[in-house]
C-alpha cells in the first residue's frame, strides 16, 4: 500500500557555473520524483556566500512538494540530483562553492536527528536565504520543535539583524524563475 503524501520542502542552492539552469534543472528532476508533486516554487533569490571569502553570490530558492518518499528515499534521491548536476561533496570544505545544494528543510511533522538526515534542517531558524523564500511557499506551515510557522521565524530573525524584508534576500536582488 502507498504512502499518504506528506508536504516537504527543499532548499536550492547554486554558486557555481550557470546557477539558474541549476536550480531550474533541480526543481523539474525533483517534480518527477515518483510519487511527488510540485505544490509552489518560490522567486530566485540572490544571497551572498555563507563561509569562506572570495566565492560567488549564491541564487537560492525553496520548493514546497507533496511527496509518498520516506525522508531517507527523498534525501538520496536530492543527493543523487546534486550529483547529475556535478556537485561534488568536500568534507574539508563544508561550506565552499557548489554547482548545487539540494537540502531537506522540513517533512511534514517530523522530527528526525540520525546520522546524515536532521530535521527540520537544524539552522532553518537562522538563515535568512533559506526562510525569505521558504516564506514565500510555506509561510503558514508550522517547524516541528520551533513552536511557530515559517512566516513567524521569517519575522524574528529579521527583528534580531533589525533589518526589514527585501524581494531578493540578503542583498536585495530578486531574480525571475
Known amino acids: 500500500m502507498p504512502n499518504a503524501p506528506v508536504t516537504a520542502c527543499i532548499a536550492l542552492g547554486s554558486n557555481l557555473g550557470d546557477r539558474r539552469a541549476h536550480i531550474l534543472a533541480a526543481q523539474d528532476a525533483i517534480a518527477s520524483l515518483p510519487g511527488t508533486r510540485l505544490v509552489a516554487s518560490s522567486t530566485l533569490h540572490e544571497t551572498p556566500p555563507v563561509g569562506p571569502p572570495g566565492q560567488d553570490d549564491y541564487l ?3 520548493l514546497r512538494i507533496e511527496t509518498s518518499l520516506q525522508p531517507r528515499d527523498l534525501l538520496e534521491a536530492l543527493l543523487s540530483i546534486e550529483r547529475d548536476r556535478g556537485r561534488v561533496r568536500d568534507p574539508q570544505k563544508r561550506w565552499g562553492p557548489r554547482t548545487l545544494d539540494c537540502d531537506l528543510i522540513l517533512y511534514g511533522g517530523l522530527t528526525i536527528d540520525e546520522p546524515g538526515l536532521t530535521l ?3 539552522r532553518l531558524h537562522q538563515r535568512l536565504f533559506v526562510l525569505q523564500p521558504l516564506a514565500e511557499v510555506a509561510s503558514d506551515l508550522q ?3 520551533m513552536d511557530a510557522s515559517v512566516g513567524l521565524l521569517l519575522q524574528r530573525l529579521l527583528r534580531q539583524r533589525n533589518a526589514e524584508p527585501t524581494p531578493g534576500g540578503d542583498s536585495g536582488a ?4
Request: hydrophobic fraction near 30%.
Open 143 to 145: 517547524v516541528p520543535g
Open 120 to 122: 527540520p534542517h537544524p
Open 174 to 177: 530578486s531574480v525571475a524563475p
Open 60 to 62: 537560492n530558492a525553496c
